[in-house]
């Protein structure tokens, strides 16, 4: 099991037993009420960790020890924990649509993991209740559907913008992860290298910084037989492939 997995499953379970020990008045500000976050705006936090119940706490306890580590591992504890965290906030935020109705639960947050989990292993199989086969990318559009349609029609006991706000809040903080992650950078670059619209003094001058006496001998042999062509020629006579060479020592 990862260290978050783990530390979350703990805290979850730990505030559960506490809350048999706490006041009434004390754990009533800890729930979140959306019209009461002005005033009590920790809620969006500790109502995480609160549940109704012990099959509220099991399900959404089984569903991250499932669906937890993978993608912890795959983002990175820190990154897991902001996902799991963001997806919870965006739930408390989507609530505005009850906004005197008292919400406990992890289950925002839980279904933002969901979310992540199919985000990279969309055709992963998930047996439900252990017997029914459904791929990932299936489950979460079904429950995303699920909620909307909970959401309107205001049916059950269930925090229904809550989960949705958590698929959207975990798409949100994936996205921005991506789109900022060094592979990301690496491939605008390459991007960048390979249109023809850019530039030409501002490439060449770029290339000119690199020092080749940092580069490999076979490497600075190439780099200055490439230089001295977009020096003659011009950059436009680079094809992609020398562009996107030289395109590597500047993002070193």
Known sequence: MTPWVRRLLIANVAVFIGMSFLPARLLNELVLVP???PVRPWTVITYQFLHAGFLHLLFN????FFFGPRLEARTGSRHFLGLYLSSGVA????SVFTPNVAIVGASGAVFGVLLGFARYWPQERIFIWGVLPVQARILVIFLAGLS???GISGGGNIAHFAHLG?????????RILEQRSPA???QKKMERAMSPTRPTGKDLSRWEEVDPRELHPLNREEYERVLGKARAEGVTSLTPQERAFMERFVAR
């Open 148 to 150: 909307i349609f909970g």
């Open 184 to 186: 990301r950078k690496f």
């Open 166 to 174: 958590g698929f959207v809040g975990g798409w949100i903080y994936l």
């Open 91 to 94: 739930g408390a935020v989507l």
């Open 61 to 64: 306890m089984i569903a991250l």
């Open 35 to 37: 019209s009461l976050v």
